[in-house]
């Protein structure tokens, strides 16, 4: 082994300049490994892209549709109906929207978006992107699929539409019998009106509240015809009351929902999370999510479906056992991180890596 002491000038040098490297070596990998451990924000299904918003049209009083192209006039992959993208917006949210265009047009997507006064900012920050800008998106994926049926019953609430659009066209353009029931609360509030009229192979029942009354899934479920399955997206009281409504009439039914909110806490019980990179205890309480909790000392914690499937609120579990409620996780996966937006203590305190 050469040392220092019986070395040339240049060899000395070469030796002190391969100490000096090892150690920022060793060290920056101490410092930034708490860092590099931390689960990233899943971008591990479908594409992330930026792309540029080429227009933005209003589809009612608080709804815009934004298409969305390639900068540089590329193809966009390929989609089927009941895909979304996630949208990364400026300020740092993230929100999930339907592809409610043309799947065989790869030029381009299409969403729509309906502003929520009230809600946390995602929609009304939606609003205020214009015609030009170029934002960052992932997907497109698909959590809800459209199954090989012999024919569907679609029932749109609102906004709701958006999902189920696709789902219409491509029932029309392959001659599959469908039937879409789409609620709302007038006429003017409910978007794409215009285009459904554009598949008339199909039975469209438009019932807003201020002409028909509060919707009655009770009376719309059983008109399914034998065999259908049945898509459903709007408020969750109309799917809740859908899904008990099935489990009567037929238990052995094809439902399928997608939901605006989150899922509610089912057999919830109380239990802490304790913050390891804060030193912050947060008290869960039975009925509500670890997530939202946790949100309450940490505003910033960044979250997207609330529903499991999306993974942006991934945390990696340092202590304690989880009672995993997720629907994107593998076993793997489970041993280490998870969803804080629905999944809770299997018993004792957690500690997770915030």
């Avoid at 809600?119 to 939606?126: I, Q, T």
């Avoid at 438009?206 to 399914?224: K, N, Q, S, Y």
Wanted: aromatic share 6%; hydrophobic share 40%; net charge neutral.
């Amino acid at each position: 082994m050469m040392t220092t002491e019986n070395a040339s000038p240049t060899a000395t040098l070469k030796l002190i300049s391969a100490g000096i490297t090892a150690y920022q070596s060793v060290f920056v990998k101490s410092r930034l490994a708490p860092l590099l451990s931390r689960p990233k924000p899943v971008r591990n299904s479908g594409f992330e892209m930026a792309l540029t918003i080429e227009s933005v049209t209003a589809q009612g009083p608080d709804v815009i549709s934004l298409e969305l192209v390639d900068p540089d006039g590329g193809q966009l992959p390929s989609w089927i109906p009941g895909a979304h993208l996630d949208i990364l917006l400026p300020s740092g949210k993230q929100r999930q929207y339907s592809l409610c265009g043309d799947p065989a047009d790869r030029t381009r997507y299409r969403i729509a978006v309906r502003r929520i006064a009230d809600g946390l900012g995602g929609s009304r920050e939606m609003h205020e992107l214009t015609a030009g800008r170029t934002i960052d998106v992932v997907g497109p994926r698909n959590a809800f699929p459209l199954i090989a049926a012999e024919s569907y019953l679609f029932i749109a609430g609102g906004i709701g539409i958006t999902p189920i659009l696709p789902m219409v066209r491509q029932c029309h353009e392959r001659g599959i019998p469908w039937k879409l029931v789409y609620l709302g609360r007038s006429r003017e509030t409910m978007p794409f009106l215009d285009e459904l009229a554009q598949y008339p192979s199909g039975q469209v029942e438009i019932r807003p509240d201020d002409e028909f009354g509060l919707p009655d899934v009770t009376h719309i479920i059983p008109t399914a015809a034998q065999g259908s399955a049945i898509y459903m997206c709007g408020p969750t009281p109309l799917m809740a009351t859908a899904r008990g409504l099935m489990r009567e009439i037929n238990p052995s039914g094809s439902l399928h929902t997608e939901r605006f909110s989150a899922l509610p806490v089912v057999g919830g019980k109380a239990f802490e999370v304790r913050l390891a990179a804060s030193g912050i205890t947060v008290q869960v309480a039975a009925d509500e999510t670890a997530l939202a909790a946790i949100r309450r000392e940490v505003p910033g914690v960044a979250y997207s479906c609330q529903q499991g499937f999306c993974g942006t609120c991934r945390v990696r579990v340092c202590g304690g056992k989880v009672d995993h409620r997720d629907r994107l996780l593998t076993p793997g996966e489970r041993a280490e991180t998870m969803l804080t937006c629905v999944s809770r203590s299997a018993g004792g305190p957690l500690v997770v890596d915030l």
